[in-house]
């Protein structure tokens, strides 16, 4: 069962610009995480937000979780060449970890 | 030293035959998953596994059959090969179930079906 939806789907930007990715879920859930997967690599995980929390920054990367509005974003800040990657969000209901299609960013230098 | 490692790397095979895929963590996790990834990317969850036993089991073919020696160790055998199980298989291990925590995935498995 597929919970998170990414948005958008590609995305592709100049190095220095912020790229913003937003995630829809369908069930409540407890926390929502952010991974990250270079091109022929495994998924890392960046960020993990609980339900209570409404923001929460980890170096160039703010997440913000609307629990009212099931969605969540990812803002990258002043992105890099080395962010181009695709990023998904993960959700823990209604199955851990279920996670989205995944957003395609470029960053282009 | 990698902390989820999984081999192989690359399959390739014919339809009809069988498969392993073999997943081993150093991580003293008590929870480890298998992660099926298609070729739009996306991801679905087949199974996971805590301390050795079953707790999720997918819609997933009974051709595939998960098998636990112990809490480190999380292999996947294929029966059976099919053209729609080409894809790329994800080992994952977290330190408790029920995705209070973070996932630790493998470099992937890469299976090619013929």
């Known amino acids: 069962s597929q919970q998170g939806e990414e948005d958008p789907q590609a995305l592709s930007i100049q190095e220095g610009e912020n790229a913003t990715m937003n995630c829809s879920y369908k069930?409540?859930?407890?926390?929502l995480q952010w991974y990250r997967q270079n091109s022929g690599r495994g998924l890392v995980h960046l960020i993990l937000?609980?339900?209570?929390?409404r923001e929460k920054h980890s170096g160039r990367l703010r997440v913000t979780l609307d629990t009212s509005k099931k969605s969540s974003s990812l803002l990258i800040t002043a992105s890099r060449a080395a962010d181009t990657a695709s990023y998904f969000c993960?959700?823990?209901?209604?199955?851990?970890?279920?996670f989205g299609k995944g957003t395609r960013l470029s960053v282009i230098a | 030293d990698t902390a989820v490692s999984q081999t192989p790397k690359y399959l390739v095979t014919q339809m009809g035959n069988d498969k392993s895929i073999k997943c081993e963590q150093n991580?003293?996790?008590?929870?480890m998953y298998w992660y099926k990834q298609d070729s739009k990317k996306f991801l679905k969850i087949m199974f996971s596994?805590?301390?050795?036993?079953?707790?999720i089991n997918e819609t997933v073919p009974n051709r595939f059959s998960p098998k636990s020696p112990d809490k480190a160790h999380l292999n996947l055998h294929i029966n059976s090969l099919e053209l729609g199980d080409s894809a790329v298989y994800f080992c994952?291990?977290?330190?408790?179930?029920?995705?209070?925590?973070?996932?630790?995935f493998g470099e992937g498995s890469r299976l090619t079906v013929l």
């Open positions: 596994y805590n301390n050795k036993e079953l707790i």
């Open positions: 937000i609980r339900s209570n929390e």
């Open positions: 991580l003293g996790h008590d929870t």
């Open positions: 993960a959700t823990d209901r209604p199955t851990p970890l279920v």
């Open positions: 069930t409540s859930i407890n926390n």
């Open positions: 994952a291990s977290s330190l408790g179930a029920g995705g209070t925590g973070e996932l630790f």
